[in-house]
């Protein structure tokens, strides 16, 4: 009973490091997306993803890239990290985003950017 | 784009009724959601309208009016642990699903 599983759940990162988050739903869900939430405010969409081979940005996108190589993965690359990236980030995943369906999350990666 | 709005913070009565209220603009709507998110955890599922109307489920309702851009998540019989942040969510046509802030509900004894 998998779901939607990131890794790390923490990370400390130094100013300039690169690295990836990783996600991965067992549902067959198309659509997948990332977000981050910073204290006290909501979630914000970075990128997404209809299908495999499809990707989009979302609100917030700069300083991450995103693929979908297949159905069940989609990692997030932070490329050069910054302080502003110190969040929690989420990975959700769902079914036809056209159907009544909810978004089920995963549990969170905890990242600090010294 | 999106824009969604919701009170930042709401205190209420163990056992009393609160009122969530979510206002939003957008184009090309497709649905609008509320999540449940305890401290330090992922978000869990609450409601979803895409009509206009009340859905009711157990102590939460959650209503819509597509034409004011409006809807509130109506919560019973409040329990300590109902002490939560309330997202709203709206989703368009493209597959994209905007968060507010959420709202924080602090239910005291």
């Known amino acids: 009973n998998a779901g939607v599983t990131q890794t790390p759940k923490f990370q400390v990162l130094k100013t300039g490091q690169s690295m990836t988050l990783q996600c991965a739903q067992d549902m067959n869900h198309e659509y997948m997306s990332w977000y981050r939430q910073d204290p006290g405010m909501g979630l914000r969409l970075i990128h997404y993803?209809?299908?495999?081979?499809?990707?989009d940005q979302g609100e917030v996108p700069n300083g991450y890239n995103v693929s979908r190589s297949t159905t069940e993965d989609f990692p997030l690359r932070l490329l050069s990290a910054a302080p502003s990236q110190t969040s929690v980030y989420f990975c959700?995943?769902?079914?036809?985003?056209?159907?009544?369906?909810?978004?089920?999350f995963g549990e969170g990666s905890w990242l600090t950017v010294v | 784009g999106q824009n969604i709005d919701q009170p930042t913070e709401m205190t209420a009565t163990e056992g009393a009724i609160v009122q969530i209220n979510c206002t939003y603009q957008?184009?090309?709507?497709?649905?609008l959601f509320w999540y449940q998110q305890h401290a330090g955890e992922a978000p869990t599922f609450l409601s979803y309208?895409?009509?206009?109307g009340l859905e009711e489920k157990g102590r939460f309702s959650s209503f819509l009016s597509r034409s004011k851009g409006y809807s509130y998540l109506l919560l019973k019989e409040l329990q300590m642990k109902d002490s939560a942040s309330y997202l709203c969510?709206?989703?368009?046509?493209?597959?994209?699903?905007?968060f507010g802030d959420g709202t924080t509900l602090t239910v005291k004894p």
């Open positions: 309208n895409v009509l206009d």
């Open positions: 957008t184009s090309g709507f497709n649905g």
């Open positions: 959700a995943s769902s079914t036809d985003p056209w159907a009544g369906n909810t978004i089920y």
């Open positions: 969510a709206v989703r368009t046509n493209a597959g994209k699903s905007t």
């Open positions: 993803s209809v299908g495999a081979g499809i990707t």
